[in-house]
T-cell receptor, first 110, second 116 residues
């Protein structure tokens, strides 16, 4: 069975501080991991995926297979980063089937 | 480019009733996935449709069923509603196959179902 765990339901930081949203997964095969974000009054949208190795809005995430983690990091948080963040795992061949974590609400204070 | 649209946005049903939720996929997308999101939880995969056939199912009973139409729009049907079916139902579309398959899901705003 595949599982995604986001241990922090709430995370608060001040503007300019570093932020790390934790994500751990359980999957026996070769995983593909994603971070999805939902800003206030907006729909759920893709932030980044590990296979792209990209930085989006200053966020990066590295897949660590040894620790089965995919933590999301940003060195200097901005107020507009406040949102709900979901870590998601694709197991198998279908991109439509994702296993989501419970989500972390990030609040960046001015 | 038209995004994913869902209807209705809100609805209230009573236990034992049946409900149909509708989804229009993003232009050019051929795959639709449905998710259930209970309050305070992440989305949970219900099933996916590709080329009008169910192509993957999560841990949901048979009273959750769906359809995909030739224009790639989709319906989610839930029979014999239970109180625990109260949730936000999300539809997501994507493009399966070919160079356009980036793995990104495009979500609708959801249909919030309340079962009394």
């Amino acid at each position: 069975a595949q599982r995604v765990t986001q241990p922090e339901k709430l995370l608060s930081v001040f503007k300019g501080a570093p932020v790390e949203l934790k994500c751990n997964y359980s999957y026996s095969g070769s995983p593909e991991l994603f971070w999805y974000v939902q800003y206030s009054r907006q729909r759920l949208q893709l932030l980044l995926r590990h296979i792209s190795r990209e930085s989006i809005k200053g966020f990066t995430a590295d897949l660590n297979k040894g620790e089965t983690s995919f933590h999301l990091k940003k060195p200097f948080a901005q107020e507009e980063d406040s949102a709900m963040y979901y870590c998601a795992l694709k197991g198998g061949t279908s991109y439509g089937k994702l296993t989501f974590g419970q989500g972390t609400i990030l609040t960046v204070h001015p | 480019e038209t995004g994913v649209t869902q209807s209705p946005t809100h609805l209230i049903k009573t236990r034992g009733q049946q409900v149909t939720l509708r989804c229009s996929s993003q232009s050019g997308h051929n795959t639709v996935s449905w998710y259930q999101q209970a309050l305070g939880q992440g989305p949970q995969f219900i099933f996916q449709y590709y080329r009008e056939e169910e192509n993957g199912r999560g841990n949901f009973p048979p009273r959750f069923s769906g359809l995909q139409f030739p224009n790639y729009s989709s319906e989610l049907n839930v029979n014999a509603l239970e109180l625990d079916d109260s949730a936000l139902y999300l539809c997501a579309s994507s493009l399966a196959g070919g160079a356009g398959n980036t793995g990104e899901l495009f979500f609708g705003e959801g249909s919030r179902l309340t079962v009394l």
